[in-house]
Every structure is written in C-alpha cells, then in structure tokens.
Nanobody, 123 residues
Framework: VQLEESGGGLVQAGGSLRLSCAASGRAFSSYVMGWFRQAPGKEREFVAAISWSGGYTLYADSVKGRFTISRDNAKNTVYLQMNSLNPEDTAVYYC?????????????????WGQGTQVTVSS
C-alpha cells in the first residue's frame, strides 16, 4: 500500500482544514487507517484511527470533538477534518495503514506510512 497525503497548509487559529490520504494498491478497505502528527523536537503522536468499514473510530484526547476521521473505500481515501485549530496543532501530519483489524494508537503497529503534509496554525 502506498499512501499520499494532501490538504495541509497555513491557517489561522480557529480555522479548519481537511486532510486527505489517497491509497494505492489492493485491499484498501481491509486496512485500519490512522492519522499521526509530529511537531519539531517531539515524538510522533497518534491523532485518530478508523476501522475498515468506518464504523469504529478512535481519537486522541487532544483532538476529540474537534477532529473527525472518515473514509471512502470506493475512492481509496481517508480524510481528517480538523476544526477549531490552535497553534498546538502545528505539525507534519502522516497517514498510516495497518493490516490488523484492531484500532490502536501506537505508531509502531502501523506498517505503511505516507510522506506527510505540513499543517501550520498561526495565532
């Protein structure tokens, strides 16, 4: 599976962005998909994950109620809608795929990764 993120950019605090992650390869619908982020000087951290069907989701406490993960298996794409952004959300955002059906938050449990897209929130 190859993953490519898009949709990052510069936004003011309180604004919104929608990230997209397009997957190539077979069996996209059988993968758990996740979003992670990494700020300068910090470790990569979990943001959200979604089950293969889209019926189950998992969020980090820091984004719960502000971010929404979704997927369109017909388009081989997963999305991250980010609302009420604040400067602490500034990071490179990565899309990841996991072949096991269990939703988890550890980066090392995901086998495939995109190159990342920069999100910068100005105050």
């Amino acid at each position: 599976v190859q993953l490519e993120e898009s949709g990052g950019g510069l936004v003011q605090a309180g604004g919104s962005l929608r990230l997209s992650c397009a997957a190539s390869g077979r069996a996209f619908s059988s993968y758990v998909m996740g979003w992670f982020r990494q700020a300068p000087g910090k470790e990569r951290e979990f943001v959200a994950a979604i089950s293969w069907s889209g019926g189950y989701t998992l969020y980090a406490d820091s984004v719960k109620g502000r971010f929404t993960i979704s997927r369109d298996n017909a388009k081989n794409t997963v999305y991250l809608q980010m609302n009420s952004l604040n400067p602490e959300d500034t990071a490179v955002y990565y899309c990841a795929a996991r072949s096991s059906p269990v939703l988890v938050a550890r980066p090392r449990d995901y086998e495939y990764w995109g190159q990342g897209t920069q999100v910068t929130v100005s105050s």
